[in-house]
């Protein structure tokens, strides 16, 4: 039994305001115990159960008929020194966007975990977000009164796969300060010190996410609970607000009655009934409590409502002094189509259906013209039955859904400057923008590095507002652009003739344009997993992950158990649990969670199935308008260099020796813009004529001065052993029998291809696992290999050196790891995949040998010939 440690100082205080959700994966009991908790604290006087469809927090005809969370619910309950906002939120992985709004709000966190079936896949989920957030945590093991579970076991589990500063609340006490103490430095010389640690210093230390308080029981029998309450109740702190009016919007509903109602939380000052907030005023502030609300006439900070009055609310907005969530972390990677009623007006069924994107904003509808469609972004098959129902309870359409499709997303692999112009007669904007990739995952970033002399502050922050106020499609199936950094480095306005919505049009065309000259790459969404099944069907598992295009690590290896972990693509991977409970009898368990967006593993498929037209997307034009002679005319994407009024950073320098004109491929020579300025810029532009032949004499020169530095750059080949390893078939057949003698294979193969290619070739090993290991950087023979340090993985020296050397040498990186091929590409190297390798390898293989037997056979007809010779001077001094 858990002992708080009271301390005699203790002096009671105002009463803490918290707003604490509780978190599960789905049938952990998260909403049993909810409903513990509100029996506890006397806000409700009989327990419902979830099977009986009677539970406080279920209130929606259809939670109930399920037994699942779909919406999240608010109930409010005092335990005399805290005043509690509990927030019940959705357990299953297809309602994760309502569940991650609401995080947003939250002062404390409790995740529930099955003692009976421990960490699960979407636990692990649920923990990424907290960590993500930033949100203290306690953790609660229910379930625990179910034969099998063990305590010990599942607290190890907690930290090898949450975090090892999981502690066990219920331990005695002198046991519970001592591994407190092990959790932070600071904690741990107090304890030492004074012997003991002091409450405050406990809570600040979880609210620091420093210690995960753990306590085990069982929700339905109340077992625990209790002690949890006391828990929560002792070791949480309230949070400062400030005193001006600040809120944040986490999710909008309808009542009975079909009023908008903005369910918000108060994080300043405090809000009154008639107040305005933007151009809204503030009809009714609602307390709910389960179905039931109370009506207030005014709130302070750290409260939890829903207000009526307010139209143009969204999640995630901020009022007041508080900012803009930031994008959500989960988001649905399957689009499906919305298939209506014969007779149904799809444009009115269309504007009806925005009405469940407020509440619902990552459904993302959209309206296919082309296709006299609508699409929905959805997270998978329960949410659609869902929906199916809410829209017949709302709106009486009987609607069905098509198949759901992969949603890819596009995002670039090199820097390019785009440039956008827009000057129809009595209008006119020209705007520059820098494109560059960032870190994946890293999302779009907008920013402005241009000078007040060139544009005014007004017009960039105009172009900002631009950027971020829609979602840009990209140039390769038309998926969403995403890890990217856009800024604005020029542009110019109009004293007479600039209006606002010239600048909207020409940001557009500037990033369509900068779109098509670079070198796009395809996204995928991929599953992060953890395999762990016995080591007899590790073979079987290995072979599929490398059949599903995936990635994995190195099998951890613990009796008869093997854990396996890595990435592969969700469209490869969907269903693959069915397969491995079948093919291991039960007794294999996979782990998925959103591993994010990484490169397509068969981009090109992708392509040329989807059969996107860039140049053809007429609501997305990367062409350019220009003016002459009183009138309008259209410069494609490709022409826009000879025109644009503005110099630019990026395409001065490049414009006569990569921009290739007329083509797609992105590539090209001075000679290609040599012949068009010559035929076609003199018809259109004869006062710019000259001053561009100049330019493209001056690029002709320069880029004679590159190819002739490039011929005696020195030529650098790093390779990714233990990549190359696993993707080479004979290779990964020897390391599964034994590592060390592939790795010795893989070092004699390079040392004979740098024989032949003359290159410098590093063979660069992981060894980032090993304890205290500095790292190791020796001579083989011909070639470098490299052993890497603690903590340095191969990708991150492959990384450095490709920063420090890619601009300066030829630089080629061998490897399959697609991340690390768009890092790489973008430090201006050169790429080799493992098939290209082995490839080039088997070639070099025949030459040497084909060399050998040349030089055998010459060797053998010399001393033929040299033979004949000798008879033939002996014969003729004998005559």
């Known amino acids: 039994m858990i002992l708080f440690m009271e301390e005699k100082t203790e002096v009671l205080t105002e009463m803490k305001?918290?707003?604490?959700?509780?978190?599960?994966?789905?049938?952990?009991?998260?909403?049993?115990?909810?409903?513990?908790?509100?029996?506890?604290?006397n806000t409700i006087r009989t327990l419902g159960r979830v099977d009986n469809q009677d539970s406080f927090l279920d209130t929606d005809e259809m939670e109930r008929q399920r037994g699942i969370t779909i919406f999240s619910k608010q109930a409010v309950f005092d335990t005399g020194k805290m005043h509690v906002t509990l927030l019940d939120t959705p357990g299953h992985v297809d309602f994760s966007a309502e569940m991650e709004r609401t995080l947003q709000v939250l002062d404390y966190a409790i995740l529930v975990i099955s003692g009976a079936d421990g960490v699960q896949g979407h636990t692990m989920t649920l923990w990424r977000l907290?960590?993500?957030?930033?949100?203290?945590?306690?953790?609660?093991?229910?379930?625990?009164?179910?034969?099998?579970?063990?305590?010990?076991?599942?607290?190890?589990?907690l930290k090898e796969l949450l975090d090892e500063n999981c502690v066990d609340f219920t331990e005695s006490s002198e046991d519970l300060l001592e591994n407190i103490a092990m959790c932070e430095d600071v904690l741990f010389e107090s304890y030492m010190e004074h012997g003991t640690i002091t409450t405050d210093e406990i809570a600040d230390c979880i609210f620091d996410r420093n210690v995960y308080p753990c306590f085990f029981g069982s929700a339905l029998k109340l077992q625990g609970v209790d002690t949890l309450l006391k828990g929560v109740e002792r070791y949480t702190k309230m949070p400062e607000y400030q005193d001006d009016f600040g809120a944040k919007v986490f999710k909008i509903s309808r009542d009975e009655q079909g009023g908008r109602l903005t369910h918000l939380k108060m994080t300043g000052g405090t809000l009154k009934v008639k107040d305005l907030v933007g151009e809204d005023k503030v009809n009714q502030i609602r307390i709910y409590s389960g179905m039931k609300y109370e009506t207030v006439n005014e709130i302070t900070a750290g409260s939890v409502c829903a207000v009526t009055g307010l139209t143009k609310t969204e999640p995630g907005q901020g009022l007041g002094i508080e900012p803009q969530s930031q994008a959500p972390v989960l988001s649905p990677v399957l689009m499906y189509r919305i298939l209506l009623p014969e007779d149904c007006d799809p444009h009115?069924?269309?504007?009806?259906?925005?009405?469940?994107?407020?509440?619902?904003?990552q459904l993302n509808l959209i309206w296919d013209d082309k296709l006299k469609e609508i699409q929905a972004q959805l997270m998978g098959e329960i949410q659609i039955e869902i929906l199916k129902n809410l829209i017949w309870k709302r709106f009486h359409l009987a609607v069905s859904f098509g198949p759901g499709n992969i949603l890819y997303k596009e995002t670039i692999a090199d820097t390019v400057e785009g440039v956008g112009h827009y000057e129809p007669l009595r209008h006119y904007a020209e705007v520059h923008l820098l494109m560059e990739p960032v870190q994946r995952g890293s999302g779009m970033q907008f920013a402005t590095d241009c000078s007040e002399d060139m544009l005014d502050r007004n017009w960039q922050r105009l172009i900002l507002t631009h950027l971020e106020e829609r979602e840009h499609k990209g140039v390769l199936v038309g998926g969403a652009v995403t890890d990217m950094k856009i800024t604005v480095i020029g542009g110019r306005a109009h004293l007479k003739h600039t209006e606002g919505g010239d600048f909207r049009q020409a940001t557009y065309r500037a990033v369509r344009q900068?779109?098509?000259?670079?070198?796009s790459?395809?996204?995928?969404?991929?599953?992060?997993?953890?395999?762990?099944?016995?080591?007899?069907?590790?073979?079987?598992?290995?072979?599929?992950?490398?059949?599903?295009?995936?990635?994995?690590?190195?099998?951890?290896?613990?009796?008869?158990?093997?854990?396996?972990?890595?990435?592969?693509?969700?469209?490869?991977?969907?269903?693959?649990?069915?397969?491995?409970?079948a093919y291991t009898k039960g007794l294999g368990r996979l782990l998925c969670t959103a591993g994010g967006y990484l490169p397509c593993h068969n981009q090109e498929e992708i392509i040329e199935e989807v059969q996107y037209d860039a140049e053809s997307d007429l609501e997305n034009p990367p062409s350019s308008v220009f003016c002459?002679?009183?009138?309008?005319?259209?410069?494609?994407?490709?022409?826009?260099?000879?025109?644009?009024?503005v110099e630019g950073r990026l395409l001065t320098k490049k414009k006569q020796e990569e921009y290739h004109v007329g083509s797609f491929s992105r590539t090209g020579s001075a000679t290609a813009l040599d012949d068009f300025v010559d035929d076609y810029v003199p018809k259109y532009n004869p006062i710019e004529y000259e001053k561009n032949r100049a330019k493209t004499v001056l690029a002709q020169k320069e880029q004679n001065r590159r190819t002739s530095e490039r011929e005696t750059v020195p030529e650098y080949l790093l390779v990714d052993g233990y990549n190359i390893i696993f993707a080479w078939e004979t290779l990964r057949e020897l390391a599964a029998v034994n590592l060390d003698s592939a790795r010795d294979r893989l070092i004699d193969i390079m040392c004979n291809y740098q024989g032949h290619k003359g290159m410098n070739l590093i063979l660069v090993f992981d060894a980032y696992k090993v304890k205290e290991n500095p790292g190791s950087d020796k001579k083989h023979y011909n070639i470098q290999i490299v052993f890497t340090k603690e903590a340095e993985t191969a990708d991150m020296y492959?990384?450095?050196?490709?920063?420090?050397?890619?601009?300066?040498?030829?630089?080629?990186?061998?490897?399959?790891?697609?991340?690390?091929?768009?890092?790489?590409?973008?430090?201006?190297?050169?790429?080799?995949?493992?098939?290209?390798?082995?490839?080039?390898?088997?070639?070099?293989?025949?030459?040497?040998?084909?060399?050998i037997g040349r030089s055998n056979l010459k060797h053998k007809n010399y001393s033929l010939a040299h033979a004949i010779d000798n008879m033939t001077t002996r014969e003729g001094e004998e005559k």
């Open 17 to 41: 305001q918290l707003t604490i959700g509780i978190l599960a994966h789905v049938d952990a009991g998260k909403t049993t115990l909810s409903e513990g908790i509100l029996y506890l604290s």
């Open 514 to 519: 900068g779109l098509m000259q670079a070198e």
């Open 628 to 645: 002459a002679h009183g009138a309008g005319f259209v410069v494609q994407w490709n022409q826009i260099v000879d025109y644009m009024h």
């Open 521 to 581: 790459v395809l996204l995928e969404p991929y599953y992060s997993f953890r395999l762990e099944l016995p080591t007899e069907y590790l073979g079987r598992a290995l072979s599929d992950i490398e059949r599903m295009s995936g990635k994995a690590e190195a099998p951890q290896l613990d009796r008869n158990l093997a854990v396996l972990t890595g990435t592969a693509p969700v469209s490869r991977m969907q269903g693959y649990q069915t397969e491995v409970v």
């Open 348 to 361: 009115h069924t269309f504007l009806q259906f925005k009405q469940l994107e407020e509440e619902e904003p």
């Open 130 to 157: 907290l960590k993500e957030y930033q949100i203290p945590v306690f953790l609660f093991i229910n379930k625990m009164d179910q034969e099998g579970t063990d305590r010990d076991a599942v607290l190890a589990e």
């Open 798 to 851: 492959i990384e450095k050196f490709a920063h420090q050397m890619g601009r300066k040498y030829t630089v080629t990186v061998a490897t399959s790891d697609g991340v690390e091929q768009v890092i790489i590409r973008g430090q201006g190297c050169l790429l080799m995949s493992a098939r290209e390798l082995e490839e080039d390898v088997e070639l070099t293989n025949r030459q040497i040998r084909e060399q």
